[in-house]
């Protein structure tokens, strides 16, 4: 069973930065794409970015492009989300997630972290 474990959430001023991480359990074909995803409070999961392992010009959503970047280091397990600029509508509960296929629709993802709150305040 493949296990992600997120982290580097937290509380920040609008415009301000964070990095959060997802660390891995073990990779395999089945868990070869790795994304993010968020819910704010009232609203339905969305899509955030997502990644090959492999490598390949990752994607993301247009709320958030020019903003953050994902990214994967084979060596730890780990991807990250840099989130830059940040604005309120930023906040929400960020979800890492994993699958074998590359997509944007969260139902094609078999993985899931427990999440981890992002609140961009003044």
């Known amino acids: 069973q493949v296990q992600l474990v997120e982290s580097g959430g937290g509380l920040v001023q609008p415009g301000g930065s964070l990095r959060l991480s997802c660390a891995v359990s073990?990779?395999?074909?089945?868990?070869?794409?790795s994304g993010w995803f968020r819910r704010a409070p009232g609203q339905e999961r969305e899509f955030v970015a997502a990644?090959?392992?492999?490598?390949?010009?990752?994607s993301y959503a247009d709320s958030v492009k020019g903003r953050f970047t994902i990214s994967a280091e084979n060596a730890k397990n780990t991807v990250y989300l840099q989130m830059n600029s940040l604005k309120p509508e930023d906040t929400a509960v960020y979800y890492c997630?994993?699958?074998?296929?590359?997509?944007?629709?969260?139902?094609?993802?078999?993985?899931w972290g427990q999440g981890t709150q992002v609140t961009v305040s003044s």
């Open positions: 990644i090959f392992w492999s490598g390949g010009v990752p």
């Open positions: 073990w990779r395999t074909r089945g868990n070869s794409v």
């Open positions: 997630a994993a699958s074998s296929r590359y997509s944007q629709s969260s139902s094609s993802y078999d993985y």
